[in-house]
């Protein structure tokens, strides 16, 4: 399955952080979700091919990048209190819609 | 804007009865419809999906009903359960994105025994 690390972090505000996410075997797509409390997930961006392949109404503080495992990166840089929410990151194959979610990130920022 | 709305934000439902979840979306160009479900502390997992070319789609006791000229969807719980006590998300996307969804904002589903 998909798995994200770590499950839970709390961060200062203006710090740095990354995420972590290990794709489905053989999955080639991975898309990042920021799902606030309460609140349905929002589309952060895409990578296919180690590429941004679309993004969401998120500030380039967001970036993001994929290994050649499959495995991605999700950076987050001069963190804000608005940024604590469950950081999901969802795999598929390229041209597949079916995806599979990881459980998470719970990032709290004070 | 909120590109896929979604009714009602909970839903409190007798074990045995139906539980119905309701979604309408703008954008026309959307054309894969899946429907996700969310325990606490977990990601959201595929329930069922659905395409616009069909009106309606089951499996088991979850069956989508899609209404294409009104650009809504719902998903209808049978016999609900105490163990589908969970949160309900609908979701749209365009399927040469992948997995670019726009979630609608969720319905909190409760049965009763």
């Known amino acids: 399955g998909v798995t994200q690390s770590p499950t839970h972090l709390i961060k200062t505000r203006g710090q740095q952080v990354t995420l972590r996410c290990s794709s489905q075997?053989?999955?080639?797509?991975v898309s990042w979700y920021q799902q606030a409390l309460g609140q349905g997930p929002q589309f952060i961006f895409q990578?296919?091919?180690?590429?941004?392949?679309g993004r969401g109404n998120f500030p380039p503080r967001f970036s993001g990048l994929q290994f050649p495992n499959d495995s991605s990166e999700l950076n987050v840089n001069a963190l804000e209190l608005d940024d604590s929410a469950l950081y999901l990151c969802?795999?598929?194959?390229?041209?597949?819609?079916?995806?599979?979610f990881g459980q998470g990130t719970r990032l709290t920022v004070v | 804007q909120q590109q896929v709305k979604q009714s009602p934000q909970s839903l409190i439902v007798q074990k045995g009865g139906i539980s119905i979840i309701n979604c309408a979306y703008e954008?026309?160009?959307?054309?894969?419809f899946p429907w996700y479900q969310q325990f606490p502390g977990k990601g959201p997992a595929l329930l069922i999906a659905?395409?616009?070319?069909?009106s309606e789609k089951k499996e088991g006791r979850f069956t989508i009903s899609f209404n294409k000229s009104a650009k809504q969807f719902s998903l209808h719980i049978m016999d609900s359960q105490p163990g589908d006590s969970a949160t309900y998300f609908c979701?749209?996307?365009?399927?040469?994105?992948?997995?670019?969804?726009?979630f609608g904002t969720g319905t909190s589903l409760t049965v009763i025994p």
């Open positions: 990578y296919y091919r180690k590429e941004e392949n």
């Open positions: 979701a749209a996307s365009m399927m040469n994105t992948g997995n670019q969804f726009y």
């Open positions: 954008n026309t160009a959307f054309d894969y």
């Open positions: 075997s053989g999955h080639n797509t």
């Open positions: 659905i395409r616009p070319d069909v």
């Open positions: 969802a795999s598929s194959l390229q041209g597949v819609t079916e995806a599979f």
